[in-house]
């Protein structure tokens, strides 16, 4: 599961849960970008940090890990480039699933080198209940062949990072949208104040 994760959250959470009993995964590597080429706009917490925040969240789950691939690459990092990467390593012999919100999914076509992309991995999309899948979306995953792209329901979860972030600067409640731990990071920290 890729993203910023900045910080991480609930909503990562449970989706990374769901799909691991759902797809009958062995484990869920959450990889936290390098410098994200869509978010460039925005000043994105050191990826020093954000690694750090994934661990804490993650570190009573025993099939959850954190992977350090994309955040120690000085430059953008790109799903493509990491896949490979991964496929010559320590996970050469996996069959790779890409978990991601359909948020990101619609995004797809704007990514590196898709197509090559659906030739290593497929995707599992996160929806919300009551979520429907539009026919032209799935017509225009199926140029990259069929059934690369499963969607699967998670609860209804309206936690983003960005409103988290923006509750932080503006000193309103974050409590129960990210676990206590990454809470006492951010503020010991002085992440997202300024
Ligand atoms: P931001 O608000 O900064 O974009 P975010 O909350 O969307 O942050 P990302 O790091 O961008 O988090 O997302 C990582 C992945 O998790 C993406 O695939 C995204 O679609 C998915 N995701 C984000 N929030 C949720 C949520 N509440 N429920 C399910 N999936 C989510
Ligand atoms: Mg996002």
Same mark, same amino acid.
């Not at 992309?117 to 599992?124: G, K």
């Given at each position: 599961m890729g993203g910023t994760f900045d910080p991480i959250h609930y909503g990562h959470l449970v989706t990374a849960e769901e799909a691991f009993v759902r797809f009958k995964l062995d484990r869920v590597i959450f990889i936290p970008s390098g410098m994200p080429p869509h978010k460039s706009e925005r000043k994105v917490a050191d990826g020093a940090h954000r690694f750090i925040m994934a661990q804490m969240a993650t570190i009573?789950?025993?099939?959850f890990d954190v992977s350090r691939i994309e955040v120690d690459e000085k430059g953008p990092t790109y799903t493509v480039d990491t896949l490979k990467k991964l496929k010559v390593g320590e996970y050469k012999d996996a069959e790779l699933i890409f978990i991601t919100g359909a948020d990101a999914i619609l995004e797809i076509?704007?990514? %590196?080198?898709p197509a090559e992309l659906f030739t290593m991995c497929r995707f599992a999309a996160a929806t919300r209940p009551g979520y429907v899948v539009s026919e032209d979306l799935l017509k225009s995953l199926d %140029?990259?062949?069929?059934? %690369?792209v499963d969607f699967f329901e998670v609860p $209804?979860? $309206?936690?983003?990072s960005t409103d988290i972030r923006r509750r932080v600067k503006e000193g309103r409640p974050v409590r129960y949208l990210l676990p206590d731990e990454v809470i006492s990071y951010i503020s010991k920290n002085g992440l997202y104040s300024e």
């Amino acid at each position: 599961m890729g993203g910023t994760f900045d910080p991480i959250h609930y909503g990562h959470l449970v989706t990374a849960e769901e799909a691991f009993v759902r797809f009958k995964l062995d484990r869920v590597i959450f990889i936290p970008s390098g410098m994200p080429p869509h978010k460039s706009e925005r000043k994105v917490a050191d990826g020093a940090h954000r690694f750090i925040m994934a661990q804490m969240a993650t570190i009573t789950n025993p099939h959850f890990d954190v992977s350090r691939i994309e955040v120690d690459e000085k430059g953008p990092t790109y799903t493509v480039d990491t896949l490979k990467k991964l496929k010559v390593g320590e996970y050469k012999d996996a069959e790779l699933i890409f978990i991601t919100g359909a948020d990101a999914i619609l995004e797809i076509f704007t990514w %590196k080198n898709p197509a090559e992309l659906f030739t290593m991995c497929r995707f599992a999309a996160a929806t919300r209940p009551g979520y429907v899948v539009s026919e032209d979306l799935l017509k225009s995953l199926d %140029k990259f062949g069929t059934g %690369k792209v499963d969607f699967f329901e998670v609860p $209804a979860l $309206a936690i983003s990072s960005t409103d988290i972030r923006r509750r932080v600067k503006e000193g309103r409640p974050v409590r129960y949208l990210l676990p206590d731990e990454v809470i006492s990071y951010i503020s010991k920290n002085g992440l997202y104040s300024e």
